[in-house]
């Protein structure tokens, strides 16, 4: 169990410590998270009342946009000087580098949506201080989710010509479900009301998480010997 | 030969169906003879459940033994799922048409119905872009084991969100309300989808098994 929690962490310090000094997905995502902002300003005009009713919706558009563009990198960076034979070298269970690539994406998500959401607060005038704590109760299995299918089904496109196009496509429909419970779980945070009030969806997307993550971690050596 | 006479056995279910829901089943009281369409639209439907099941056995079946038989099931269940799921919503939206006013809705069933078809839509088109046949095989069939455990939880989840198709009264636990004489055309109806099916999906795989050879 050490060995395989060691091997976890070997690939998620590698993810994070490439990261920080490239800097390749973080700096653009943030980006384009300012951009999808803009956008959803212009499209819905300015009236305050009508972005408020849009916004749990709008939140979790964004976060999966951003997602569909970083999570769906996080294994080019393995194409390169014959990375993916390296980890298809690694001894023991393969499921420790699915597990390590989870929690990096799900740690550079979360980053963006801090400041996706900080943005939002800024922009539309919306008071996070005393939803804080309801809103993180919703975003973390939330991310957790879409990072666990996203994680599998970007190792799986990585090889494929049309990767930026196949990746989507098998992905948003599979995220049909945590999408709805996040948007109607975190309009419940957003309005102030008690997290009680939705358990059913806060119950959905935990066990969808569960779903998935398990999927993962027993299909990932499938994927990854290409 | 087996498979011919399967297709003969499929013709003639579908011509008893015919005459079955035309002929033999009375026009619905309260719908009139739009009703007959439940005739198509039900057997479509649980067709289409028994072909995504053999993907995901199919699925199952090739990561465990590395067979490309297995493979080949998936591949071909996934296009016929695909096929009926297609025809259930079409036919059901000219059913509700008349009967509900509008084409599209965006009710729980049928919401997770073209939920269901996007995600095999998708299972398909990841098949055509993998040219290696082992590859290929390995990620669709991640992909159909996941769609399949998706099942559920798109289900419970689209559920929630909004209910307005009546519930379902042939899968449902009480004893099923349909008068005899519906009941039986629905089966013959049925029975005839699922030899229908079981042609199709043979048909299928033995071309599947020929492309392989080219």
Same mark, same amino acid.
């Given at each position: 169990?050490?060995?395989?929690?060691?091997?976890?962490?070997?690939?998620?310090?590698?993810?994070?410590?490439? $990261?920080?000094?490239?800097?390749?997905?973080?700096?653009?995502?943030?980006?384009?998270?300012?951009?999808?902002?803009?956008?959803?300003?212009?499209?819905?005009?300015?009236?305050?009342?009508?972005?408020?009713?849009?916004?749990?919706?709008? =939140?979790?558009?964004?976060?999966?946009?951003?997602?569909?563009?970083?999570?769906?990198?996080?294994?080019?960076? $393995?194409?390169?000087?014959?990375?993916?034979?390296?980890?298809?070298?690694?001894?023991?269970?393969?499921?420790?580098?699915?597990?390590?690539?989870?929690?990096?994406?799900?740690?550079?998500?979360?980053?963006?949506?801090?400041?996706?959401?900080?943005?939002?607060?800024?922009?539309?005038?919306?008071?996070?201080?005393?939803?804080?704590?309801?809103?993180?109760?919703?975003?973390?299995?939330?991310?957790?989710?879409?990072?666990?299918?996203?994680?599998?089904?970007?190792?799986?496109?990585?090889?494929?010509?049309?990767?930026?196009? =196949?990746?989507?496509?098998?992905?948003?429909?599979?995220?049909?479900?945590?999408?709805?419970?996040?948007?109607?779980?975190?309009?419940?945070?957003?309005?102030?009301?008690?997290?009680?009030?939705?358990?059913?969806?806060?119950?959905l997307l935990i066990g969808a998480d569960v779903v998935y993550v398990v999927i993962g971690l027993l299909t990932f050596e499938f994927v990854l010997d290409a | 030969m087996t498979t011919r006479m399967l297709g003969w056995l499929a013709l003639l279910g579908l011509g008893g169906g015919l005459v079955a829901g035309f002929g033999y089943?009375?026009?619905?009281?309260?719908?009139?003879?739009?009703?007959?369409?439940?005739?198509?639209?039900?057997?479509?439907i649980l067709t289409a459940y028994l072909a995504f099941a053999l993907v995901l056995i199919g699925s199952v079946g090739y990561l465990a033994t590395r067979q490309l038989r297995w493979d080949r099931l998936a591949a071909a269940a996934a296009e016929l799922g695909v096929l009926f799921t297609g025809v259930t919503i079409i036919s059901g939206s000219i059913w509700g048409r008349p009967t509900w006013g509008v084409w599209w809705t965006w009710d729980a069933?049928?919401?997770?119905?073209?939920?269901?078809?996007?995600?095999?839509?998708?299972?398909?088109?990841?098949?055509?872009?993998?040219?290696?046949?082992?590859?290929r095989a390995r990620y669709a069939a991640v992909v159909g084991i996941l769609g399949a455990a998706n099942i559920p939880i798109v289900h419970f989840s689209v559920k929630w969100w909004r209910a307005l198709h009546q519930p379902s009264t042939i899968l449902g636990p009480e004893p099923s309300p349909i008068a005899t004489p519906i009941a039986l055309a629905l089966l013959v109806n049925w029975v005839a989808f699922t030899l229908l099916f079981a042609y199709f999906l043979a048909r299928r795989m033995a071309i599947a098994r020929l492309e392989e050879h080219a």
């Open positions: 169990m050490t060995a395989y929690a060691r091997r976890t962490w070997i690939v998620l310090w590698k993810d994070l410590l490439t $990261e920080r000094r490239s800097k390749e997905s973080l700096n653009a995502l943030l980006f384009f998270a300012l951009l999808l902002l803009f956008l959803f300003e212009f499209a819905l005009g300015p009236d305050r009342e009508r972005l408020r009713a849009a916004l749990p919706g709008l =939140l979790w558009l964004g976060f999966v946009l951003s997602g569909l563009l970083g999570l769906g990198r996080s294994f080019i960076v $393995e194409r390169d000087n014959d990375c993916w034979d390296g980890l298809r070298l690694t001894p023991g269970d393969k499921s420790a580098i699915y597990l390590g690539k989870l929690l990096g994406n799900c740690a550079m998500m979360l980053a963006v949506e801090a400041v996706l959401l900080g943005l939002f607060g800024v922009f539309y005038d919306l008071a996070l201080g005393p939803v804080l704590a309801p809103l993180v109760a919703v975003l973390v299995p939330g991310t957790l989710g879409l990072a666990a299918v996203a994680t599998l089904f970007a190792a799986m496109t990585a090889h494929l010509r049309a990767r930026e196009l =196949l990746f989507p496509v098998l992905l948003l429909p599979a995220q049909v479900p945590l999408l709805l419970a996040a948007v109607s779980a975190t309009q419940a945070a957003l309005l102030g009301q008690p997290l009680s009030e939705v358990s059913h969806w806060m119950k | 089943a009375p026009r619905e009281v309260a719908q009139g003879n739009v009703q007959r369409i439940m005739y198509l639209h039900v057997p479509a069933r049928l919401t997770s119905t073209a939920v269901l078809l996007l995600v095999y839509v998708g299972y398909l088109l990841l098949r055509g872009m993998v040219d290696e046949p082992d590859a």
